[in-house]
């Protein structure tokens, strides 16, 4: 019997990373729940405050339901091994400022992809390698959007660029006082 008060990691109970099918929950799935604690969603979690993980583990039923009304789950989903969570930030921070700080302080985290995504909500989905596949993660890091209907992900670096580019800059003329004479 697994008891889902356990604590993870430091800041994660087993009870906020399985949500539904708890008699379908398998021992490998609470040890690659507990790597995923404590490589990735505790130093997340130290960095932006208290978390919401609106998923974590989930039985291939609940996967298939999801997949079935259009919300975005894979068919080889890391949530399905106990690899992935979706994240919210109670206070507020955005996907978008967490995939920052991925892409800056926090890219020595062995997490293998990260995807700020957008449907109806917005939310930091994180996971790592499949059980017996792990070394050298990939690191990726993805922005989903809906885009005439059809969810389409992107390099997030370059769509944020992309966002950046599409700003007005308005030169500025020198103000003198900097130049080198003579
Ligand atoms: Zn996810």
Same mark, same amino acid.
């Given at each position: 019997?697994?008891?889902?008060?356990?604590?993870?990691?430091?800041?994660?109970?087993?009870?906020?990373?399985?949500?539904?099918?708890?008699?379908?929950?398998?021992?490998?799935?609470?040890?690659?729940?507990?790597?995923?604690?404590?490589?990735?969603?505790?130093?997340?979690?130290?960095?932006?405050?208290?978390?919401?993980?609106?998923?974590?583990?989930?039985?291939?039923?609940?996967?298939?339901?999801?997949?079935? /009304?259009? @919300?975005? !789950?894979?068919?080889?989903?890391?949530?399905?091994?106990?690899?992935?969570?979706? %994240?919210? *930030?109670?206070? +507020?921070?955005?996907?978008?400022?967490?995939?920052?700080?991925?892409?800056?302080?926090?890219?020595?985290?062995?997490?293998?992809?990260?995807?700020?995504?957008?449907?109806?909500?917005?939310w930091l989905h994180i996971g790592?390698?499949?059980?017996?596949?792990?070394?050298?993660?990939? /690191?990726? @890091?993805? !922005?989903?959007?809906?885009?005439?209907?059809?969810?389409?992900?992107?390099?997030? %670096?370059? *769509?944020?660029? +992309?966002?950046?580019?599409?700003?007005?800059?308005?030169?500025?003329?020198?103000?003198?006082?900097?130049?080198?004479?003579?």
């Open positions: 019997m697994i008891d889902l008060d356990t604590y993870l990691s430091r800041f994660f109970k087993l009870s906020e990373c399985v949500k539904d099918d708890v008699d379908e929950l398998r021992p490998e799935h609470v040890s690659c729940l507990t790597k995923l604690s404590n490589w990735v969603l505790d130093p997340l979690r130290v960095r932006f405050g208290p978390l919401r993980v609106n998923s974590g583990w989930r039985s291939q039923r609940h996967n298939d339901a999801l997949r079935a /009304r259009g @919300l975005g !789950a894979s068919q080889t989903s890391a949530h399905l091994y106990g690899g992935a969570a979706d %994240l919210v *930030s109670i206070d +507020g921070h955005s996907p978008g400022e967490m995939c920052a700080w991925l892409a800056m302080d926090g890219k020595v985290l062995p997490y293998d992809q990260a995807i700020d995504e957008y449907r109806h909500s917005a790592i390698q499949r059980p017996g596949n792990i070394g050298n993660p990939r /690191r990726q @890091l993805l !922005a989903m959007r809906v885009v005439d209907g059809v969810d389409t992900y992107s390099d997030w %670096l370059e *769509s944020s660029l +992309g966002a950046l580019s599409d700003l007005e800059v308005t030169p500025t003329e020198p103000q003198g006082g900097g130049s080198i004479r003579g």
